[in-house]
């Protein structure tokens, strides 16, 4: 592994302005570092399958059996022909059940008992099972230890996102991304909104000059409060923490990384660049449990001196909103499908097919079930698909934004590349989780009297 004081700023840059390589028909996308927008080249309109092609069976195991891990064995299911789970691990025996009964009143697929695979070693056992492919859906906490698993057994991935909650698992997921490149294994992430056709094709306006130059960006996420367990009599720490992970930072990385990372990550494909600095606010006043906050204000600043905004909030009864929205030297864009001038005049829409339109050519697969056609395709045509950077950038940006908003202080992406910040036990079981205290995190002094 390099050393971490050499691991630069541009380190993890390259190659992430595509969402998949070779299975969206997109040769012509720029591949470059600085960004820079080139008018003899156009990019050409994306090219996305509507099912993956057949071939050979392709069995995949799931690790991680929530309703994301189901959902995604659903997705992965309805992406093609010869399609098979086959494997499932969780912690929990509860949710290796409903898993597996969804399975069967769903897609009437049973996964026979020895086949369902239980405890923190489960993530082992599947891979261990027969498999050509994994499922990554456990709390984010876990993934770089699954991704560096399933690389050295040589399986396919798909990952969940973020990829890691602290930059010493993004690192670990750095190395392990390389080595899957080396091995030809595909690894695809769950950023969704790369290869989501409407999304696509409005960055495809804005990179060939629908705006012009890119100024700044300002991108929000505000929603309601998640799910919450609380603890039931008789619950280790470790089983409370574990059923609660979303509201434990350790686990979800807290909801900047683990779900605010969907936009971030639209930020970053846009201007394909990563930021010096994170300027970052946040507090808590609805959240119940855990030790997360729950809302989000960050200012990343970069190396050409352009500022962007990040919000993102997690309360119920407030006023909702998702955007991402970048201004142009020459207009505006909405990037789920408009662009405006600098009149604010609408000057293109995405040409969203109404329902029972005969002409389907613009009509937008369910991104969900569209990342697991593009893994496929790319495994059965040799087209190898790897946008392990793009994620590890997005999620690297959005820790150094929970650092700064945790801490007060400014801080810089050198600060955490080299960071030594792990988060969580290094060693797992059902009982005590000592130093992981429910406290929420408290920036500055107090003020003297």
């Known amino acids: 592994m390099e050393k971490k004081e050499d691991l630069s700023r541009r380190r993890f840059i390259s ?22 927008k080139t ?52 912690v929990f025996q509860d949710r290796l059940d409903k898993c597996r009964a969804e399975l069967k009143a769903t897609k009437n697929v049973e996964i026979p008992d020895e086949k369902c695979f239980l405890g923190f070693d489960n993530y082992e056992k599947v891979i261990d099972s027969g498999v050509d492919i994994v499922l990554l859906c456990t709390p984010p906490h876990f993934r770089p230890a699954h991704i560096e698993a399933a690389v050295k057994a040589g399986k396919h991935i798909f990952m969940e996102k973020p990829v890691a909650v602290d930059p010493v698992g993004a690192r670990s ?10 091995q030809n294994l595909s690894m695809v992430s769950g950023t969704i909104r790369r290869v989501q056709k409407d999304f696509m094709e409005t960055w ?30 008789g619950m280790s720490d470790m089983e409370y923490m574990l059923r609660n992970w979303a509201n434990f930072c350790w686990l979800s990385g807290d909801h900047i990384v683990e779900q605010f990372i969907h936009e971030v990550d639209v930020m970053n494909w846009y201007l394909n660049m990563i930021p010096v600095k994170a300027i970052g606010w946040g507090g808590r006043q609805r959240r119940v449990t855990g030790d997360q906050y729950d809302f989000f204000s960050i200012e990343y600043v970069y190396e050409n001196g352009m500022h962007t905004h990040c919000a993102a909030r997690q309360i119920t009864g407030c006023s909702n909103l998702t955007k991402q929205f970048f201004a142009g030297t ?71 934004g929970r650092m700064s908003a945790y801490t007060g202080k400014d801080v810089t992406w050198e600060e955490v590349m080299n960071s030594d910040m792990y988060l969580g036990p290094k060693t797992y079981d059902f009982g005590p989780v000592p130093g992981i205290p429910e406290t929420i995190p408290v920036i500055g002094a107090e003020p003297k009297a």
Not at 68 to 80: E, I
Not at 173 to 182: D, G, L
Not at 386 to 399: G, K
């Open 173 to 182: 997921v750095m190395v392990s991304a390389e080595r899957a490149k080396q």
């Open 330 to 400: 020459e207009g505006y864009a909405n990037a789920k499908g408009t662009i405006y001038n600098l009149k604010g005049e609408e000057t293109w829409k995405y040409p969203m097919p109404e329902e029972g339109s005969e002409d389907q050519t613009w009509k937008v697969t369910d991104p969900y079930v569209q990342e697991h056609i593009n893994l496929v395709a790319g495994i059965r045509t040799g087209n190898i698909v790897n946008d392990s950077e793009a994620q590890i950038n997005s999620t690297l940006i959005t820790i150094m």
């Open 204 to 233: 495809r306006q804005v990179a060939n000059g629908a705006i012009g130059d890119i100024v700044s960006a300002h991108i929000i996420r505000n929603g309601g409060s998640l799910w919450v367990i609380r603890r039931q009599p």
């Open 15 to 36: 190659n992430t302005a595509m969402a998949t390589i070779g299975t969206l028909g997109a040769s012509s996308l720029l591949n470059s570092c600085s960004g820079e």
């Open 39 to 90: 008018k003899k080249a156009l990019i050409k309109p994306f090219e996305l399958l509507n099912q993956a092609p057949d071939g050979k069976v392709l069995k995949a195991g799931l690790i991680g059996c929530g309703g994301r891990g189901t959902g995604a064995a659903v997705n992965f299911l309805d992406a093609g022909p010869n399609l098979e789970i086959v494997a499932l691990g969780d």
